[in-house]
């Protein structure tokens, strides 16, 4: 399998419900993968094998799979559409070179649709789209390339135009025209997924021919080659378009856009034909560029520049970009290989970690399923077991030949809940299995309570940490209970404060002295100037992790060490001592600066019928909210807000009753405000 051109990594992604399984439930069956196709609503999806994903209908973990189409090997990554999930998308994303992104074509673009494509813009990976559910009452494709151009600021580029069949009173989607080569396409029943290839009806020469000479005009903004065919009056073959159309998707300069029904069988082939003809394959990036593993004095010693190339002749690299728990083999290492290959039975280098792994097995993975082999190279995805050091975002490469590439950011939960073992004696297996968890999931987070020592776990929302108790409780056997959600905030200052502290070893004769100063700053994170002592970096950074009102991570403050004295002068200062008095300082710095708590607040779009939007509008109001706009469509009210995250637990039941159960909504993390005066009290007890 060295032909790289051959092959693509994808992955398919959008909002909750818009058939990202279903889609890839139809590709298994149409290459042969399936012997029969697993529907989402019977709970027979081979992608969705999580009972917990069987159960409710959603995607929860990105699953891989591999399939052969014609010619082409396509690795694919389902991932989840809640944005309670949203880290299996940012890591698959990290390792993809193309994306399939579907949209509800009654729907058009969604919160969670908008976000994985933003997501997918910070990595540079390259998309076509699908409108799916063509057969929905109210699809419009024009709605969904008007809210592409408006919401995703893209060009999208459409290759088909829809047909529908008129029986009895209604309108049936029942096949597509082809802009590129000029063809119909015609289903039969929906439960069938072939198709008959027809010319073009009369009827609709002249719509097919306007629509093929937009896409045309559309190509030849972007592509020369085409701009001088058709400004020559030139035959423009579909072979010539189609390479025109890759240029521009694999530069993201126009988004090719595809028309079907997963659940209807229909379009499925010929979206399977533009990820094999648009989509990049390895081939198309020349190099993948990363750093030498040098550590030692790293501050003094930026890291050199490493490149490596898509080639199975070149060095191994690999990147980890997903860790899962298997009750059978252990866990599982997901790697995406960027160059070279390796045995198994051969030493891998985690530059990283500075450790040395010898993988016990690899693995091909088909959703749950796993098939051993013994080598893997370039351009696959390949599952390892028996690394003992490594975690997501690693590089694995050879100790002789090291590099590291750019790691994966991991969004900071915002939502936590007290948990405890119904069996006092389960206590050690609930902590063990919990830390299992976070090597898997990077975005739960565990931790003690303050105040009553117990068990916190940290996730990105109330379904995330559900799932994870109920895996506790039937996956691995640990009845356990959960709290009330608790809002995750952060703590910050309200001024400037300069402080001094002095520390001395015991048993040592050095007097270690650090004055540093906080100041407020507008960036979401706190930054540590350390010019003065670079050793002082870590400890800081570590000790600003904890506020001085509960213990919060601290944001929005800037530390500068200004000045480290010793007594007696000219000696060089203790490192415990320094870093104790720093570290002190800190603290009294933060206690002074008059801190404050910080609450996460969330961007809330609601969808809801006209006749119900203003009972909505005014219970936002009621949680503290703000809205921001209000848009109204076919009888369909969109509410974008924003709302304070402790005001938004159980809003999903709220909200149904609201609207008689006919709205729904999506909420995603925007930033963090001051919470009120009159809250912060309360919540210290003041």
Not at 118 to 130: C, E, K, L, M, W
Not at 188 to 213: M, N, W
Not at 474 to 487: L, N
Request: with cysteine; glycine share 6%.
């Amino acid at each position: 399998m060295s032909n790289l051109d051959k092959i693509r990594i994808l992955g398919i992604m959008a909002h909750i419900d818009a058939g990202k399984t279903t889609t890839t439930e139809r590709f298994l069956f149409i290459t042969g993968k399936s012997y029969k196709m697993g529907e989402v609503h019977e709970g027979t999806a081979t992608m969705d094998w999580m009972l917990q994903e069987q159960e409710r209908g959603i995607t929860i973990t990105a699953a891989a799979t591999t399939f052969l189409w014609e010619d082409t090997t396509i690795h694919l990554m389902d991932t989840p559409g809640h944005v309670d999930f949203t880290i299996e998308v940012e890591r698959s994303l990290r390792v993809l070179d193309g994306v399939i992104a579907l949209f509800d074509a009654s729907q058009g673009v969604e919160p969670q649709s908008e976000t994985v494509w933003r997501q997918a813009d910070r990595y540079g990976v390259s998309r076509i789209a699908f409108l799916n559910k063509m057969d929905k009452v109210g699809a419009s494709v024009d709605l969904c390339l008007n809210s592409m151009r408006e919401r995703l600021l893209t060009q999208p580029l459409l290759l088909q135009l829809p047909f529908f069949e008129v029986k009895g009173s209604t309108e049936v989607f029942q096949g597509i025209f082809d802009l590129i080569s000029e063809e119909f396409l015609l289903w039969g029943d929906d439960k069938d997924v072939a198709f008959k290839t027809l010319p073009i009806p009369k009827e609709f020469q002249e719509e097919v021919e306007a629509a093929r000479i937009e896409m045309i005009e559309a190509l030849s903004d972007v592509d020369d080659e085409i701009a001088s065919a058709y400004l020559g009056e030139e035959i423009i073959t579909p072979e010539a378009l189609k390479k025109a159309i890759r240029r521009a998707c694999i530069h993201r300069t126009l988004t090719p856009v595809l028309l079907g029904s997963s659940f209807k069988n229909k379009g499925v082939q010929p979206l399977l034909n533009a990820a094999s003809d648009y989509l990049p394959s390895p081939m198309d990036f020349k190099e993948w560029r990363g750093s030498q593993a040098v550590w030692d004095n790293a501050e003094a010693n930026p890291l050199l520049e490493e490149v490596r190339t898509s080639s199975v002749e070149d060095k191994f690299s690999g990147v980890i970009f997903k860790m899962m728990l298997d009750p059978f083999v252990g866990m599982l290492f997901f790697v995406r290989i960027y160059s070279g290959s390796f045995r198994l039975g051969q030493a891998l280098w985690n530059g990283n970690r500075r450790k040395r792994e010898k993988p016990l097995k690899i693995f091909s993975m088909h959703a749950n399923s796993r098939q051993e082999k013994d080598q893997a190279q370039a351009g696959e995805i390949i599952a390892l077991v028996g690394l003992k050091f490594s975690q997501t975002g690693d590089t694995l490469s050879f100790e002789d030949h090291p590099i590291i590439y750019p790691s994966i950011p991991f969004p900071e939960p915002v939502v936590s809940v007290i948990v405890e073992p119904e069996n006092s004696q389960d206590s050690d297996k609930l902590s063990a299995q919990l830390q299992r968890f976070s090597l898997e999931d990077p975005s739960m987070k565990i931790s003690q309570n303050g105040e009553t020592g117990q068990m916190m776990i940290s996730g990105m929302g109330e379904l995330h940490l559900q799932i994870i108790i109920d895996r506790l409780n039937r996956e691995f056997k640990i009845p356990t209970q959960m709290g009330k959600p608790q809002v995750s905030y952060r703590e910050s200052i309200n001024q400037s404060v300069t402080e001094t502290e002095t520390y001395c070893k015991p048993g040592t004769k050095v007097e270690v002295t650090v004055t540093l100063k906080i100041e407020p700053q507008t960036a979401l994170e706190s930054s540590v100037d350390i010019s003065k002592i670079p050793l002082l970096k870590d400890t800081l950074k570590d000790a600003l992790n904890v506020g001085p009102l509960l213990g919060y991570p601290v944001v929005n403050v800037k530390c500068t060490v200004l000045k480290v004295e010793t007594q007696p002068p000219g000696l060089p200062p203790e490192e415990v001592s320094l870093k104790i008095a720093s570290v002190e300082a800190l603290r009294q710095a933060l206690q002074k600066a008059k801190p404050k708590l910080m609450e996460p607040i969330m961007d809330v779009e609601i969808t809801v019928p006209d006749e119900f939007s203003g009972a909505v509008i005014a219970d936002v109001q009621s949680r503290r909210g703000q809205i921001e706009d209000v848009q109204s469509q076919r009888s369909l009210c969109t509410i974008k807000s924003k709302i304070p995250l402790g005001e938004t637990f159980g809003y999903e039941t709220d909200l149904r009753s609201l609207s008689q159960g006919r709205a729904s909504s999506s909420a995603k993390l925007a930033t963090y405000h001051p919470l009120p005066l009159v809250l912060q009290q309360k919540i210290l007890g003041q």
